[in-house]
C-alpha cells in the first residue's frame, strides 16, 4: 500500500485508519535509521522538497527538513522573514514561483485556516500542512499517536486527557480526529472560555475541572497557551491559569500510575505544565521529538513514491 493516491496531506480529519496505520508502521523502520551512525538512504534521491512557514517553527520546520535530507531528498527552507513576501509578493505568486523550479513537494504552516487547502489546489506540487491557523496540524496528531503506539502497544481504547487552550488548538482537533478513528475515549480539559461551544459533537467530553479530566486516564496530553492567538481577556492571569490548570505532580496522581505525560512544544514552563512533570519519569516530551523526524520521514517516503515494503526489505 502507498500513499501515491493521496496527493496531499492536508488534515487527518479525512484520513481513514488504515492510511493512518501505514504512516505509523512506516515510522517504525524509519526511527531505525535515525539511530544509526550513518543516517542516510538514498530513498529519495532524485527529489526536491521545499519548507514554506508563514508562523514561526522549531521542531515542526527542522524535522521536515532533516528528515527530508536522511532520505536523500534535496531539502530547501524558503525564509520567508527575509524572502519576496516581505516586498508583498503574494501567496499564490510565491507558491508558483517556488513550484516552476521544479519542487516536488512544498511543506506549508500558515497562520490562516485553510491556507494549505489554497496551496493544494494551486499548484502540481505534493502538499503537507504542517499547521494552518487554529484548524489542524496533522504531523503533530501522527507524532502524538506514534509516541503513544510505540509506549502502550496500542491505541485501541485508550482514555486521553487533551488540556489546556483547546480553543485555539490544531493540535487538539488533529489529535481528535485521529485518536477517535482508534476507538479512544477522549476528554477534553480547560477554561470555558477556552472551549469550543460544540466541541462535544467531536465525539469527546469536556471538563472544566482538571482534576475529573484526568481520573484515570492512561494518556494527558498537555497544550501551550497560545499567548500570541489570544484575544484579552480570556483568563485572568497567567497564574490564576496555572492555579486551575498546569499540571503539577499532585494532579498527575489523579491518572493511572503508568499514564504517558505529552506536550507538543514549545512549552511554557510554569504556566500549563510544571517543570517537575514535564522532565518526569512519565513525561514522553523528547522522544516526541524523535518521533516527529520518523513520521514524517514515512510521511515523505510515502508521498514521494516509496512503498513500506522497500524500506523493510
Ligand atoms: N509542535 C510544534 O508545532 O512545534 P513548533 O512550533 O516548534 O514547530
Known amino acids: 500500500m502507498k500513499l501515491e493516491q493521496r ?10 485508519r488504515e492510511e493512518l496505520e501505514l504512516i505509523l508502521d512506516t515510522a517504525i523502520p524509519m526511527k531505525d535509521i535515525i539511530k544509526r551512525d550513518v543516517k542516510k538512504v538514498p530513498a529519495l534521491r532524485g527529489k526536491a522538497m521545499v519548507t514554506v512557514f508563514y508562523e514561526n517553527s522549531t521542531r515542526t520546520r527542522t524535522s521536515f527538513e532533516i528528515a527530508g535530507k536522511y532520505l536523500s531528498a534535496d531539502t530547501v527552507n524558503l525564509a520567508v522573514a527575509t524572502s519576496s513576501v516581505q516586498k508583498g509578493e503574494s501567496l499564490r505568486d510565491t507558491i508558483k514561483t517556488i513550484e516552476v523550479m521544479g519542487f516536488d513537494l512544498m511543506v506549508i504552516r500558515h497562520a490562516m485556516t485553510g491556507t494549505a487547502h ?4 494551486n499548484t502540481n506540487m505534493r502538499v503537507i500542512n504542517a499547521g494552518d491557523g487554529t484548524n489542524e496540524h496533522p504531523t503533530q496528531a501522527l507524532l502524538d499517536m506514534y509516541s503513544i503506539r510505540e509506549k502502550k502497544g496500542t491505541l485501541e481504547g ?9 480553543l485555539h488548538s490544531r493540535v487538539a482537533r488533529s489529535n481528535i480526529y485521529g485518536l477517535s478513528k482508534f476507538g479512544c475515549e477522549i476528554r477534553v480539559a480547560g477554561p470555558s472560555t477556552l472551549m469550543p461551544p460544540e466541541i462535544e459533537k467531536l465525539g469527546v467530553k469536556s471538563y472544566y475541572s482538571l482534576d475529573q479530566a484526568l481520573d484515570g486516564v492512561d494518556v494527558i496530553n498537555v497544550l501551550r497557551i497560545q499567548k500570541e492567538r489570544q484575544q484579552s481577556g480570556l483568563f485572568p492571569s497567567l497564574d490564576e491559569y496555572a ?15 503508568d499514564v504517558l505525560v505529552l506536550h507538543p512544544g514549545p512549552m511554557n514552563r510554569g504556566v500549563e505544565i510544571s517543570s517537575q512533570v ?23 517516503f510515502l508521498m514521494m513514491g516509496g512503498s513500506r515494503d522497500e524500506i523493510t526489505n
Open 118 to 121: 489554497y496551496v493544494a489546489r
Open 243 to 257: 492555579n486551575l490548570y498546569m499540571l503539577s505532580p499532585d494532579r498527575l496522581l489523579r491518572a493511572k500510575d
Open 7 to 16: 496527493k496531499d496531506l492536508l488534515g487527518i480529519r479525512d484520513m481513514s
Open 278 to 300: 514535564a522532565d518526569g519519569v512519565q513525561s514522553v516530551i523528547n522522544e516526541q521529538v524523535t518521533n516527529g523526524v520518523a513520521v514524517r520521514m514515512a510521511l515523505l
Open 158 to 166: 485508550l482514555k486521553v486527557a487533551i488540556v489546556g487552550d483547546i
